[in-house]
């Protein structure tokens, strides 16, 4: 039994090593024939340069010299123009002037320079077109107001009524004088006292336009109209009052309220203060007055 494992041990020995001499033997006869093909591919590449050199020298006569230097330059030129791009060196370079980009530049200028004009031409044509429309719409409208103002055309034939009803306490006396009673004193009186009750609406004795709204200490708040023909009215002792300076009435409308009276007619009571004249001059309300 044991000489018969022995010999089994060695027979698996000696396959062992016959496989191995045999797998190296292949290994090495593959690698010696690789190496035998690089050689030849290496002779295949090899540039003999000085056989070049000679048949140039003996072959090439000077026209094929000169075309062999023009093809070599013009590939080399061809190398440089295709890494060259004038238009962009020259377009970019802040010291190389570029003609077409100037010319693009001066006919931009040219083009907003002409805009600006004509911009300034319409914005010139606008504001007098707009003047001229002020203009044109302020004399219309002059003449509109021209045209809508009432025409004061009293004469020395009109008549007036009366502001408010009531009884005279103090006449109109320019010939004479007249007695106040707060004044305890005989005056000229250029206009009429109408008794009224405080409150009481006022209202204009004639169409008119308003020359003056102010206060007198004696009459307290005053209004004046112009009449017409150098008439004028004035009231006094009034409050609340609803007309202004320039604005027209007419006859019958309500222009103010009575007030309270002032202090120089106490004793006389609530009144009305109501004087016309004509070309300044006072001229008696009762003649009028119907």
């Given at each position: 039994?044991?000489?018969?494992?022995?010999?089994?041990?060695?027979?698996?020995?000696?396959?062992?090593?016959?496989?191995a001499v045999l797998?190296?033997?292949?290994?090495?006869?593959?690698?010696?024939?690789?190496?035998?093909?690089?050689?030849?591919?290496?002779?295949?590449?090899v540039v003999d340069l000085s056989a070049i050199e000679n048949n140039t020298a003996a072959g090439l006569n000077?026209?094929?010299?000169?075309?062999?230097?023009?093809?070599?330059?013009?590939?080399?030129s061809t190398q440089d123009d295709l890494d060259y791009d004038p238009y962009f060196q020259e377009t970019n370079s802040q010291k190389v002037e570029n003609p077409d980009q100037s010319e693009s530049e001066s006919m931009s200028d040219g083009t907003t320079q002409e805009s600006a004009d004509n911009e300034k031409k319409e914005q010139d044509t606008k504001e007098q077109g707009t003047e001229d429309a002020?203009?044109?719409?302020?004399?219309?409208?002059?003449?509109?107001?021209?045209?809508?103002?009432?025409?004061?055309?009293?004469?020395?034939?009109?008549?007036?009524?009366?502001?408010?009803?009531?009884?005279?306490?103090?006449?109109?006396?320019m010939d004479k004088t007249v007695y106040f009673p707060t004044l305890q004193q005989y005056k000229y009186n250029p206009a009429i006292i109408i008794q009224a009750n405080e409150g009481d609406l006022i209202t204009a004795a004639s169409a008119g336009k308003v020359s003056s709204v102010f206060t007198d200490p004696q009459i307290g708040n005053a209004v004046t109209m112009e009449l017409g023909g150098g008439y004028e009215a004035t009231y006094g002792q009034l409050t609340n009052i609803l007309v202004s300076e320039g604005s027209y009435v007419a006859a019958g409308d309500v222009i103010?309220?009575?007030a309270s009276p002032t202090k120089y007619f106490s004793v006389?009571?609530?009144?009305?203060?109501?004087?016309?004249?004509?070309?300044?001059?006072?001229?008696?309300?009762?003649?009028?007055?119907?």
């Open positions: 039994m044991r000489r018969s494992r022995r010999r089994g041990l060695v027979k698996e020995r000696v396959l062992m090593v016959a496989s797998v190296l033997g292949s290994l090495t006869a593959t690698g010696i024939w690789l190496g035998r093909d690089r050689n030849t591919q290496d002779e295949g590449y000077e026209e094929d010299s000169m075309n062999l230097a023009e093809s070599v330059t013009q590939g080399a002020s203009a044109d719409q302020e004399e219309n409208t002059t003449a509109l107001s021209t045209a809508m103002q009432p025409a004061l055309t009293f004469s020395d034939s009109d008549t007036l009524v009366w502001p408010i009803v009531g009884n005279v306490l103090v006449n109109y006396s103010a309220e009575v006389e009571g609530t009144n009305v203060y109501f004087k016309l004249t004509k070309d300044g001059e006072p001229v008696n309300p009762m003649a009028k007055l119907n």
